[in-house]
């Protein structure tokens, strides 16, 4: 049978199924494909779960990991980027574990072998490519951070590999797979080693033509519990972060919404077929549209009662963002229990720099509203932004210290510049110089462009990164609120 293929995906992050294959999956079989999918946690290697409560240590920890990476010794860079080669993700998706079971995989002789992968995992593609090189099985390979062509120029030299198809997984795919099989003529998005570039696909139109993902071959036992990824829309209703890189990946170009009553067939769906209540909505900002974010509230319980559930969302400039205490109060009630918003700073000139669309007072105001009707707050934050000095960071650490009380953990990163995003032309145009900040080396594999900002060195800087590392870890120390721990660490 042609229409045999074995569907390798390498994310192991993810304490549940990965949605964009099961998307996938569904497609296929329901075009008559023969569908074998692999995944790294049914053969043992164990999932990576994200941050969750920080250890005791944790403090010092952050503070040597700030340090190592701001540092202008390029000695102590290069010791950096050899170590993060051990680091679990790398380390455990390269094992010989996972190359024996995709070995034994390949022996079932497969027409196709289609990868789906973030951009870290190149030493695993470029070694399975290999391994299917020596019984000449053509590799399709995707994921979600091929928007670039420098980018995929770099993949596409991988020897083995055969395509890699920039689109959303619902649109265009199948035309792809016959394309790499010699059935039929290359789509748009379909890139060919030695080759044109195959650009990007068009972004899919209707989301609600799509069947329900076919999370069925998932270790699901294997799971700390049982979440389902859900989605009502891809992009974002803001969208103009100069930072985001979201917003320029394959599926986040364009803001595109299902309809309430598609996604709560859905719901409903996997609560029968996977016997579950948990639900995590992976949208990038699941209020962008408000019908949807309201009927979600009036929705999920009636067709799945005792759904537990969590998502992000934009606080941000609109005078009804669906937010207000009463949303959120009805939101809880919905089972809502965890919510993430994108604070990033306190620093209103950041703010504005970034085009964040946000204000401290307004997320202060959230932030006291979702405590109050008993959700789970986590917010995302970062440093060393272009212009950033010390008093901008005193004032995140003033905020977190005056407002912590409502919240519940904060992931706060260092800035990382993501091709394509505006934040990547203004450095390449050179109006940050400046301010100290620049392109230091490109790093097209990874889409990302490692850069220099000599502000972050001074001793003010540092004593303020210190005061803010305190009130981070204090936060982090906490335990979260009972009835949101199931979905710790899922968002």
């Known amino acids: ?40 946690l049914a053969v043992g290697v164990p999932g990576i779960p994200r941050p969750t409560r920080a250890p005791v240590w944790g403090y010092w920890d952050e503070r040597a990991r700030w340090w190592s990476a701001t540092t202008p010794s390029r000695s102590v860079r290069s010791i950096r980027k050899a170590l993060d080669t051990l680091r679990p993700h790398q380390r455990d998706t390269t094992s010989k574990r996972l190359m024996d079971a995709v070995e034994v995989r390949l022996n079932r002789s497969p027409k196709v072998v289609l990868i789906s992968a973030y951009l870290m995992y190149f030493e695993a593609v470029r070694r399975i490519c290999a391994l299917c ?6 590799v399709l390979l995707g994921g979600p951070a091929f928007h670039e062509e420098a980018t995929r120029r770099e993949w596409a030299a991988i020897d083995g590999l055969t395509g890699i198809y920039a689109g959303e997984a619902e649109q265009g795919l199948l035309e792809a797979l016959n394309a790499v099989l010699g059935r039929g003529p290359d789509p748009q998005g379909l890139t060919r080693p030695g080759g044109t570039d195959g650009g990007l696909a068009p972004p899919a139109q209707d989301l609600d033509a799509a069947a329900y993902p076919d999370y069925s071959d998932f270790p699901w036992d294997r799971y700390p519990n049982r979440i389902v990824s859900m989605l009502t829309g891809r992009g974002c209703g803001w969208g103009v972060c100069k930072f985001c890189s979201d917003v320029v990946t394959v599926a986040g170009r364009t803001f595109r919404s299902r309809t309430l009553e598609n996604v709560l067939g859905e719901l409903e769906f996997h609560a029968k077929v996977h016997k579950t209540r948990l ?33 992000a969302v934009h606080v941000g400039p609109r005078e009804d963002e669906g937010l207000s205490e009463e949303d959120l109060r009805a939101a809880r009630e919905s089972g809502l229990v965890r919510i993430t918003a994108g ?73 990382s510049v993501q091709a394509g995003t505006p934040l990547d032309e203004e450095m390449r145009s050179g109006r940050l110089e400046d301010l100290g900040f620049g392109l230091m080396d ?50």
Request: net charge positive; aromatic share 8%.
């Open 1 to 40: 049978m042609y229409r045999s293929a074995l569907f390798i995906d390498l994310n192991n992050f993810a304490l549940f199924p990965t949605l964009p294959v099961g998307l996938i999956v569904s497609a296929m079989r329901g075009s008559e494909w023969d569908v074998d999918v692999l995944s790294p």
């Open 343 to 415: 604070f990033e700073t306190a620093s209103p000139a950041m703010l504005n720099s970034m085009r964040k669309g946000s204000r401290p007072e307004r997320m202060a105001e959230f932030l006291a509203n979702a405590h109050g009707a008993g959700i789970s707050t986590r917010v995302t934050a970062f440093t060393g932004y272009p212009g950033e000095g010390p008093e901008d960071l005193d004032l995140t650490t003033r905020f977190l210290e005056q407002h912590g009380r409502h919240v519940e953990r904060v992931h706060l990163s260092r800035l």
């Open 442 to 491: 490109e790093q097209p594999a990874l889409a990302s462009i490692a850069h220099t900002n000599s502000r972050t060195t001074s001793r003010a800087y540092r004593k303020s990164i210190t005061r803010l590392l305190r009130a981070v870890h204090t936060i982090n120390r906490r335990p979260i609120q009972g009835d949101a721990r199931e979905l710790e660490g899922a968002m």
């Open 133 to 138: 090189a020596e019984r000449g099985i053509p």
């Open 279 to 311: 639900f995590c909505f992976s949208d990038l900002k699941l209020n962008s549209n408000l019908e949807m974010w309201r009927g979600l509230h009036q929705g999920m319980q009636r067709v799945v009662p005792g759904a537990k559930w969590t998502c």
